[in-house]
Nanobody
Framework: QVQLVESGGGLVQAGGSLRLSCAAS????????MGWFRQAPGKEREFVAS????????YYADSVKGRFTISRDNAKNTVYLQMNSLKPEDTAVYYC????????????????WGQGAQVTVSS
């Protein structure tokens, strides 16, 4: 069982930066692939970024590639999402998720989810 808690969301102007953190409970965190997803009002939850258990492999949605960076610190049981050059269309609730079986870009592959963190980008 893994429990995930996101932090670091907030309100930022367009062009600004935020860093989201996701703290995980459990001693097996280092075995899980981790992902970030987001959901804007009236839209489906969409993939943002994911990282393998080792941190070697990372994947990004085209909409955030070059602006967002996913990373992890297994010693701290934490995964991060550094978001730069934010745009109003990045406004959403951001969720971190854990995948027992590897690393994926599909939300249905993830087994555990956090409660979400609101990110609002003003124009």
């Amino acid at each position: 069982q893994v429990q995930l808690v996101e932090s670091g969301g907030g309100l930022v102007q367009a062009g600004g930066s935020l860093r989201l953190s996701c703290a995980a409970s459990g001693r097996t965190f280092s075995r899980y692939g981790m992902g970030w997803f987001r959901q804007a009002p009236g839209k489906e939850r969409e993939f943002v970024a994911s990282i393998s258990w080792s941190g070697v492999w990372t994947y990004y949605a085209d909409s955030v590639k070059g602006r967002f960076t996913i990373s992890r610190d297994n010693a701290k049981n934490t995964v991060y999402l550094q978001m730069n050059s934010l745009k109003p269309e990045d406004t959403a609730v951001y969720y971190c998720a854990a995948d027992r079986d590897g690393v994926s870009t599909f939300r249905h592959d993830y087994d555990y989810w956090g409660q979400g963190a609101q990110v609002t980008v003003s124009s």
